[in-house]
């Protein structure tokens, strides 16, 4: 049974461009959260979506895009890269959104650097 | 002041020994407790959970939870070779966000 998938591995992209990163849930998971981590550090919530509505955004700027599709993939855009937008992007699949939850599954990630 | 604290180690213990973890927080609203391990290039993975105070047990694995000191621990007893990766803390507020701590890297030498 396939965990969450998610692509590019990798990815270096130059200061201003614009990247897209992807994202499969577990079969059956209706909701996606996308974290970044940079190097040293831990998670930091960017956006949750359930059922191809925004649940829920973090602290980060408008730069940063997600959406969510009817098979429940999503993707997680960033515009005019920085090159602190270097990191680990997490995508973790949830299967409902459930307000009282601890579970999440996390995939490998897509490490991103800005150069 | 962050929500989540964690000291980053990187703490080096030899195979056998009983390993703690810890985490701080300032937010007394907390409700749900978690521990991830996270090898390296790899996603974290759930350990345990524990909802308000108390203690759980899993195997070799015990997580306990001090509202009162706003203080979350993880112990390993008979750590592993296997056991060396990065431990995150993470906690939730019903229905909010979860926030981590930085990770504490462990080495268990054989």
């Known amino acids: 049974d396939a965990g969450v998938t998610q692509s590019p591995t990798h990815l270096i992209k130059t200061r201003g461009q614009h990247v897209t990163l992807r994202c499969s849930p577990i079969?059956?998971?209706?909701?996606v959260s996308w974290y970044q981590q940079v190097l040293g550090q831990g998670p930091q919530f960017i956006f949750q979506?359930?059922?191809?509505?925004?649940?829920g955004r973090g602290n980060f700027p408008d730069r940063f895009s997600a959406r969510q599709f009817p098979n429940y993939s999503s993707e997680l855009n960033v515009n005019a890269l920085l090159l602190g937008d270097s990191a680990l992007y997490l995508c973790?699949?949830?299967?409902?959104?459930?307000?009282?939850?601890?579970?999440?599954?996390f995939g490998p990630g897509t490490r991103l650097t800005v150069t | 002041q962050k929500e989540v604290e964690q000291d980053p180690g990187p703490l080096s213990v030899p195979e056998g020994a009983i390993v703690s973890l810890n985490c701080t927080y300032s937010?007394?609203?907390?409700?749900?407790f978690m521990w991830y391990r996270q090898y390296s290039r790899k996603g974290p993975e759930l350990l345990m959970y524990?909802?308000?105070?108390g203690n759980k047990e899993d195997g070799r694995f015990t997580a306990q939870v001090d509202k009162s000191s706003k203080y979350i621990s993880l112990f390993i007893r008979d750590s592993q070779p296997s056991d060396s990766a990065t431990y995150l803390c993470?906690?939730?507020?019903?229905?909010?966000?979860?926030?981590f701590g930085t990770g504490t890297s462990l080495t268990v030498i054989p």
């Open positions: 973790a699949s949830s299967l409902i959104y459930v307000q009282s939850s601890y579970e999440q599954y």
């Open positions: 079969s059956g998971h209706k909701s």
């Open positions: 979506y359930y059922e191809k509505e925004e649940r």
């Open positions: 937010n007394s609203a907390f409700q749900y």
């Open positions: 524990t909802y308000s105070s």
């Open positions: 993470a906690m939730r507020v019903t229905g909010n966000q979860f926030y």
